[in-house]
């Protein structure tokens, strides 16, 4: 990612036994690096989500374990370590996914080699994240560059993250690539995050409310949507943030295709049925009630937007069957949104 120009990564060890962040939280006001010291920090910024995103919370969590064990590195700390990163957030796989990884490369090794190990392994998670989405990327740059070629003009994507890197791709090529960004309430990661991404990389966008998808759908002014994912499960399922679902909807309902960006580290093979067998994170009611910005003097104030009697209820997101989905781009190539599909890409992992 460049910001001013430079290059950043969201997360990076800027010396031996330390990691720096992005703290999202602050976005897009301030640009503000964190430092995370101890295990507490990295299950804070994961949970607090100054790190978010299927495979930042990943990769933060690896980062977690290694500061974890900077204390002691015994099995029943390494336990505690990963039950206490594990009990942040619910719904990415990716979570479990790295924690997992993470577990079983050390578990085997005598304590006095885990701690190094893992910071190893730590880094290694990092720069393997930023390779497959930049394989995501030249998979899903083909998508855009087909419609480009049968219709000159806008191509219109959803949310951010794996799903933006296709988009990088085709504007570096030169394509003529026009992202429309939901604002993605309640914490408007689109408005707020998306949108100041994409405008550093110089790509055009506008940002929309979210309902207002439907609408430039039917009107013909989106030729394509990716959305990213959180948890895809082995026929195809995907779950992504709240509001993916009814993008979907309308695109089936337009004739738009529909592309989900997912790594394998946010494929879940041990279960089918997204709608059944995924736990959805339901979040805060201050997220809802409340909203932060900043004011004409440059402060930043957060004030409250609805009724304070007012019950609310804040699921964090959805699942979208895999018959609305067109193909998963994932670091092997587009694949079909089916259980044969997805097993004869990734033969590994059943
Ligand atoms: O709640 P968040 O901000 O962690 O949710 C993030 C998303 O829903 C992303 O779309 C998802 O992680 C896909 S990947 C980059």
Redesign the pocket.
Known sequence: MRVDGRPFRTIWSPEPECVDIIDQTRLPHRFETRRLVTLQDAATAIAD?QV??????GVTAAYGVALGLKRDASDATLDEICATLRAT?P??VNLQWALDRVRSRLTPLPPSRRLSAAWDLAALMADEDAAICEAIGDHGVSLIAEIARRKPGQLATV?????TAPIYKAHEAGLPVHVFVDE?RP?N?GAALTAWELGHHGVPHTIVVDNAGGHLMQHGMVDLVI????RTTAQGDVC??IG?YLKALAARDNGIPFYV?APSS?IDFRIRNGLDEIEI?QRGAHEVTHMSGETSDGGIETVRITPASSPVMNF??DVTPARFVSGLVTERGIVAANAEALAAAFPERL
């Open positions: 989500m978010r995103g299927a495979p930042l919370i957030r719904t990415a949310d951010w993250g794996t799903a993605t914490r990661q959305v990213g994912t959180d992504n943030k993916t960006a946010s994170e964090a997101f």
